[in-house]
Structure formats: structure tokens, C-alpha cells
């Protein structure tokens, strides 16, 4: 069956880099477009980052953008997430989703457009 397995949360100080891995199993990883959400205490779960089936394509929230990069390897059936610069409103459970379906920038936005999710890996930011 899919399992999506994130890994790599960690407890950071502002201004400091981590990457967070998800580790797909169960599809055929390199015809679905993957993303990241995240959800903050007392937060609704929000949008982070999308990447297309072959990578070329990639979608951004707007509390991110130019501080993580997503990426992936169709090779090893792994998504990635670069963050840098991270500040405390960052903490958050991070969330990895699969969507069969292209990188189109209405569909990646909605939660409801993906077809799997993990369980999610833990963030905190220290001020």
C-alpha cells in the first residue's frame, strides 16, 4: 500500500538550515506530483511547497518562498525540503503528500487534491 514516511524534524535555532525527507513506498512515485504542508499549534494546516512528476515544475506558499526549496530524486522515490533562514513562526508538523495529478498551481494549493498523506515530522524553531 502508499506510505509516505517524513523524517529529519528537528528543534533549531532561528537562522539556522534543516531538510526534511520523505520517503515514498506503494506507487509509482515518478508519475505523482508531491507536496509539503505544515501545521503550526493552534494553526490550520497550510500550504509549503510542490514539485511536478519530473521535478521541472515547483510552487511555493507565500511564508516560505526564497527560504525553501523543494526538491526530488526518482531514483530513490524521495521528496525533499531545504529550509533555511528559519524563523519561529516555522514550527510546525510538516506534512508530505502525494497527488496523481500535474503541478498545476490551483491543484497543489488544496489540500483536498492530494491523495496521500504521511504522518508527519516534527519542526520547532527556537527564538
Known amino acids: 500500500q502508499v506510505q509516505l514516511v517524513e523524517s529529519g524534524g528537528a528543534l533549531v535555532q532561528a537562522g539556522d538550515s534543516l531538510r526534511v525527507s520523505c520517503a515514498a513506498s506503494g506507487f509509482t512515485f515518478s508519475l505523482y506530483t508531491m507536496g509539503w504542508f505544515r501545521q503550526g499549534p493552534g494553526k490550520e494546516r497550510e500550504f509549503v511547497a510542490a514539485?511536478?512528476?519530473?521535478?521541472?515544475?515547483?510552487h511555493y506558499g507565500d511564508a516560505v518562498k526564497g527560504r525553501f526549496a523543494i526538491s526530488r530524486d526518482n531514483t530513490k522515490n524521495m521528496v525533499y525540503l531545504q529550509m533555511n533562514s528559519l524563523k519561529p513562526e516555522d514550527t510546525a508538523d510538516y506534512y508530505c503528500?502525494?497527488?496523481?495529478?500535474?503541478?498545476?498551481?490551483?491543484?497543489?494549493?488544496?489540500?483536498?487534491?492530494?491523495?496521500?498523506w504521511g504522518q508527519g515530522t516534527v519542526v520547532t524553531v527556537s527564538s
Open positions: 503528500a502525494a497527488r496523481r495529478g500535474p503541478a498545476n498551481r490551483r491543484a497543489v494549493f488544496d489540500q483536498s487534491r492530494y491523495d496521500d
Open positions: 514539485i511536478g512528476d519530473d521535478g521541472s515544475i515547483t
